[in-house]
């Protein structure tokens, strides 16, 4: 059989190469999907519902000072809050929270949850602060 009739084969090197490039692809692929979806804030709706208020800030001192940067639904007419129960939150100085607040006699508290009663605090992302918005429109009709 003469050369040009045989049906030319890759050699085996280039079709590693291929299969190599062609895995790489699929691991990047589940690397971004795994980055950008993975674990995303969902907001406790009856946790939401039943606050006075939502505030949007980051602790300081420690963990015993919170400023507001800002609120919801409306403006509160302080600067910083400490919460009763700061001790049950799971926070890091420094970073932008969304907190719902209760207020009970003058005494502001991380609002708990139905379940467990441990109040949740999100961190501030543009899907948490959307989620938010959708929520308390919700509660206005």
């Known amino acids: 059989m003469p050369a040009s009739d045989r049906p030319q084969v890759r050699p085996p090197s280039s079709r590693l190469t291929i299969a190599i490039l062609i895995g790489a692809i ?33 602790f300081n001192d420690g963990l015993k000072k ?46 708990p949850t139905k379940v467990r009663g441990k109040p949740l605090i999100y961190p501030v992302t543009e899907d948490a602060t959307h989620q938010l918005e959708s929520l308390l429109n919700e509660a206005k009709d």
Request: charged share 15%.
């Open 26 to 58: 699929w691991l990047s692929i589940l690397l971004w999907m795994t980055l950008t979806t993975a674990n995303p804030t969902t907001l406790n709706r009856f946790q939401v519902q039943n606050s006075d208020l939502i505030v949007q800030g980051q």
């Open 66 to 111: 919170f400023t507001i940067e800002k609120s919801w639904p409306e403006n509160i007419d302080q600067d910083s809050l400490r919460f009763h129960n700061v001790m049950e939150l799971s926070a890091s100085p420094g970073v932008k929270y969304l907190v719902p607040v209760v207020k009970i006699e003058n005494v502001y508290y991380a609002t």
